[in-house]
């Protein structure tokens, strides 16, 4: 139950030395094909690492044949010697696999600023293609753990196809991606056109929605590839229903292992104008620290909902707003309505229910509460 | 040395059994003229408080004889019978003082979604206006406290002419406008319009660059009154320069308060190609929590930085970008300079300079560390 449960695809993971633990720290994931059509989202961060810069222009053409990645260290803002690093991480898969670098995705992650030994990079390298396998889909999951407690994966099944996807990230979830590395296999035949438009509309209602602290990462890449070695075509539809569901799947595994907390919490946003007025009001409650904290506290604090609600440009009437938490509608009109006293918030998932009153459109945004172990956590992060 | 340091003006601040402390909690201050002129600024939050939604309508004329202030229940979200009471408090002022309630600005802090009962608010209007004197400013400053540590006061003396202010606020600092309530006066003689021009160009390089934890508060209400009983009139520039200087030694004051921090960060975007994008990248780095955690655990880790500055759409090239902390480049081209090792943020007093080498313009945002404290009085504030 892996990124290699789908036909035509070989993986491994193997430690090279960037951890200082000893765990494996290189994955290698191989598309043997008959068909390489691909599709990737990346950070919308302007401060992009080097192996996004390299990785961008690799999908341009919508062939991927391999994704080689690393923990250890991001390889960002690390300059020109940074990213000859990343080009020698690609040139020396190509050679193994015997196909061009400019098909070979790479990822890292780990701390900013750091410059691995290339080398080391390299020898990981070769270890990887050495172990490739196709029973490696869990090896190469934990080998891109950072701070994961758990590594995450998940299959979904269509009718003689499969989609297998990996992700790490804990921690540093954001909008337009979390920080995060996520790989996503099939062997149903998807041509690239196809792969990106259902790609768009799996993330756009997974990652994109979940904000666990506001921070947008500098490496986030997210790679599917379609080997087509089922030899089936699913129809558009099915297929972008399954990747949704491998996406949000994924999501709420990284969303259940963030650095530190306590509680996950959904906020549903009803009855809006429009969908992306529910969503920029849900990401206005997610980002309230007051409101993280107040839930990590288990307390009900409804204001402080309503006051990041009012910071939005979304329709609605100040005056008529209702709000529930774990069901219970502790907010009408503006005004107190039940006991908050009767809201439990000792569970660790936590819905807030926003009733804008303005439309019939709805979407859910996944955060995380502000705790001192996160706190902690990313106060001593580099040290 | 206090807002009834100006002449023309009477204070009082008196416990009207709102605090469960039994501390002062009702604050009045009067100005007897011979000129009435006024100018205020609200939150732009959209969910306002019934003080607020009052206040904006007494200041449009441009003339405001009375303030009355409570903490101890910010009487938002509260509905008509919230807003009942602030019109009541109004008229109860107007009354004794023999105005129209139309000049009365009413303020409330405190609990959100709580309503005060009415004739406890209105006998402390009685008790406040019986307290009033020429030595009344340190009551009414104490009276408006709630998680502050201590009052914020500051008088700023002109050529024969003053302005004193007095503020309240602690936590919950954001932009454009903190959850803050500020009362100035000064005996200058000052035009209302000319006061308004003033009072925005103040605080748009103090309180609006304050941004302690994001969230944006539905109280906020700065209001200034001139008595003109000085009989001086001072040079637009003088005054505005006088104004901004008590705003930013309040704001200062603010920050030094804010609930749970360890630290004050100054944040200094340096040549940027307008002023709008430097506020823009210091309020990205004052948002991170990752940032500010790391500041917390006294680690200069700029990669959080140069992350946060990625987010903004301000004019610069992600690979020339430089960081000091404290006054060492850490980052220098987007890569590492000087080691970090070297930076000492032990001080309470941090400061971060980011060069974006793209124009002439600059701009600090001020912000504070996110702490244990802060998560733990933020999660039981309202239990």
Not at 9 to 29: M, R
Not at 183 to 198: Q, R, S
Not at 288 to 295: G, Q, V, Y
Request: proline share 3%; with cysteine.
């Amino acid at each position: 139950m892996s990124i290699t449960t789908p036909q035509g695809f070989s993986a491994a993971g193997v430690p090279a030395g960037l951890k200082s633990t000893g765990a494996k720290d290189v994955a290698l994931v191989v598309n043997a094909g008959p068909r390489f059509d691909s599709a990737s989202v990346f950070t919308a961060n302007r401060c992009k690492a080097n192996p996004v810069l390299w990785s961008q222009e690799v999908v341009k053409d919508g062939t991927v044949r391999a994704v080689v990645l690393n923990s250890g260290g991001a390889n960002c803002y690390t300059g020109p010697e940074g990213f000859q690093t990343t080009h020698a991480v690609a040139e020396k898969v190509a050679e193994h696999v015997g196909i061009a670098a400019g098909d070979v995705v790479v990822c890292s992650t780990g701390l900013i600023g750091l410059v691995n030994d290339r080398e080391q990079v390299l020898a990981g390298v070769d270890a990887a293609y050495a172990a490739l396998s196709g029973e490696g889909g869990n090896d190469a999951a934990e080998a891109i753990m950072t701070t994961d407690s758990v590594s995450k994966q998940v299959v979904v099944e269509g009718a003689g196809w499969s989609i297998g996807g990996m992700a790490k990230g804990a921690g540093m979830l954001a909008p337009q991606l979390a920080t995060m590395l996520v790989v996503i296999t099939t062997d149903a035949v998807v041509p690239a056109d196809e792969l990106d438009v259902a790609l768009r509309a799996a993330t756009r209602v997974s990652f994109d929605r979940l904000d666990s602290d506001g921070c947008m990462s500098t490496n986030d890449t997210v790679t599917v590839m379609a080997s087509g070695a089922s030899s089936i075509t699913p129809s558009p539809d099915d297929f972008t229903e399954a990747l949704t569901q491998v996406c949000t799947d994924l999501a709420m595994q990284l969303l259940k292992d963030a650095e530190g907390a306590d509680h996950e919490i959904a906020i549903t946003t009803l009855n809006a104008a429009t969908e992306d007025e529910a969503v920029e009001v849900g990401r206005s409650v997610a980002r309230s620290n007051l409101f993280k904290a107040a839930i990590f506290g288990q307390d009900p604090n409804w204001g402080r909902v309503l006051a990041s609600v009012g910071t939005t440009q979304a329709t609605f009437d100040p005056a008529d707003l209702d709000v529930a938490m774990n069901g219970v509608w502790v907010c009408r009109e503006s005004t107190p309505h039940a006991d908050p006293e009767t809201v439990d918030l000792s569970a660790r998932e936590v819905s807030v229910t926003i009733d804008l009153k303005s439309g019939t459109e709805r979407a859910t945004v996944w955060t995380n509460d502000l705790t001192h172990a996160y706190v902690h956590e990313n106060s001593a992060y580099s040290s």
